[in-house]
């Protein structure tokens, strides 16, 4: 009886630590849920922390946005397996608690020193497993930061703006990711190619990438 009770007991504590004391978010997400939101953005915050190489952070790049967009456009198996990555991680504590005073809590409850501690005991394990599923959560996270228009402009890597010919080629392949009855080109909309007058490189850049009130790229941006 009394086995039956302890039992119950850590079970209760540990669906408390999985699903409860979590802050609910002020926005609304597809996907995610804010046990997930928070293991994101703590993450985030020590994988891209303000102030760095990039003054953009982790947390202003808003990658628990990116993050449910992703996983609510990608196949349900592949989701299942990467919000089973983000579960592991806030709760791997268990097994591998960070240094000092309750070590054990949720990731996403730890210190930021705490937490940059955690990620790099996994980062530099010698445990190729452990080092190959760190890997895939940096994976997420660094797709979303180095997507964001922010990072993109100081690293001079944001699209320009021009005007692109229509090729044949366009007649045959849909955009990525869509289906070939999305094609709305025909024979008519084809244009001639280009002169080959290279990009400007100091000129506007695409509007979605172009910073509010700025259409040139500014490597100090």
């Known amino acids: 009886m009394s086995i039956a009770i302890v039992f119950v007991v850590l079970l209760a504590l540990l669906v408390h630590r999985v699903f409860f004391g979590y802050a609910k978010s002020e926005r609304s ?3 995610l849920a804010p046990r997930e939101v928070a293991l ?4 985030a915050e020590v994988m891209f922390p303000a102030g760095g190489a990039i003054p953009f952070s982790g947390l202003d790049a808003d990658l628990p ?3 449910d967009r992703f996983l609510a456009a990608i196949e349900p198996g592949v989701r299942r397996q990467i919000r089973a990555l983000f579960a592991l991680f806030e709760h791997v504590t268990l097994i591998f608690p960070a240094p000092g005073w309750r070590g054990w809590k949720r990731f996403s409850s730890l210190t930021f020193e ?3 501690i955690v990620l790099g005991g996994w980062s530099q394990s010698p445990n190729f497993a452990r080092q190959l599923v760190f890997t895939a959560l940096r994976a997420v996270l660094t797709m979303g930061y180095l997507g964001h ?3 993109l402009r100081h690293l001079r ?3 320009y703006a021009f005007e692109s010919p229509v090729t044949e080629a366009d ?4 955009k990525i990711g869509a289906h070939p009855d999305t094609i709305a080109l025909g024979e008519s909309d084809l244009t ?3 002169d080959g007058t290279p990009v400007d490189l100091e000129g506007p850049l695409h509007a979605r990438y172009a910073e509010a009130g700025r259409t040139t790229p500014d490597a100090t941006s």
């Open 149 to 151: 228009p922010e990072v």
């Open 29 to 31: 997400f597809e996907v």
């Open 192 to 194: 001639p190619a280009s």
């Open 65 to 67: 946005g990116y993050a």
């Open 114 to 116: 705490q937490r940059e």
């Open 171 to 174: 007649l045959l392949y849909p």
């Open 40 to 43: 994101i953005e703590s993450t």
């Open 157 to 159: 890597l944001a699209p």
